[in-house]
């Protein structure tokens, strides 16, 4: 038996270009095997990108223009129910870290 070469599909909610490009920067030298980072700057954008494609991260900007803290992680767990949510905010305090942990994200960065 072989070892399965998987890549993956991220999902990126960030609303900030010059972040979203770090991130994505972050993921090329990093080397892990991935498929392709699809890009959404608003949390209205992901129930279309849902519908086309399967993801298999999400990772979340806590700060959205029309979206923000826990409202968007409970949109996001709703809309991607089997899909791992990772937070990222640089406005986080732990109290925040550990509520949306509760409602469904998987991990948080600061």
Known sequence: MGK???????????DNLGDFILLEEYFKQSQLP???IFHAEKMAEVPALI????????????????SAGVD????????????????FSGLATVQI??????????????
């Open 4 to 14: 399965e070469n998987k890549s993956y599909r991220l999902l990126v909610v960030e």
């Open 34 to 36: 991935i498929e392709k």
């Open 72 to 87: 968007s992680v409970i949109t996001l767990d709703r809309l991607l129910p089997d899909t791992p949510i990772v937070l």
């Open 51 to 66: 519908k086309e494609n399967v993801f298999d991260i999400a990772l979340l900007d806590l700060t959205l223009p029309d």
């Open 97 to 110: 870290a550990i509520e949306c942990i509760s409602l469904g994200a998987q991990d948080y960065m600061i």
